[in-house]
Nanobody, 127 residues
Framework: QVQLVESGGGSVQAGGSLRLSCTVS????????MAWFRQAPGKGREGVARVDTLYREKYANSVKGRFTISQDNAKNTLYLLMDNLKPEDTAMYYC?????????????????????WGQGTQVTVSS
């Protein structure tokens, strides 16, 4: 079992930055495959960024060049650095982890492959 807790959300103006954190605790499985998703009102859960076992990164086209995903050496914390935020980035952001093997990039943003989810942290970007 893995427990994920997100933090770092808030309200910023367009062009600003935020860094989200996801702390991992009470886990008994590997969390080398982790991702960030987001969900805006009226929309489904959307994959944002994923890091795999070899620290390779994958990003949604909408955030490429603006967001950076990273994981600390102990793999206890996952980060999402968000730069040049836009109003369309407004959403609840969720941390997700998959125990076991890490799938290939082409299914990285399928929510169903992740076993564990945090409760989310709200990001609001105003123009």
């Amino acid at each position: 079992q893995v427990q994920l807790v997100e933090s770092g959300g808030g309200s910023v103006q367009a062009g600003g930055s935020l860094r989200l954190s996801c702390t991992v605790s009470s886990y008994t499985d590997s969390t080398d495959c982790m991702a960030w998703f987001r969900q805006a009102p009226g929309k489904g859960r959307e994959g944002v960024a994923r890091v795999d076992t070899l620290y390779r990164e994958k990003y949604a086209n909408s955030v490429k060049g603006r967001f950076t995903i990273s994981q600390d050496n102990a793999k206890n914390t996952l980060y999402l650095l968000m730069d040049n935020l836009k109003p369309e980035d407004t959403a609840m952001y969720y941390c997700a982890a998959r125990g076991g093997s890490c799938p290939r990039d082409f299914i990285a943003f399928n929510p169903s492959i992740y076993n564990y989810w945090g409760q989310g942290t709200q990001v609001t970007v105003s123009s």
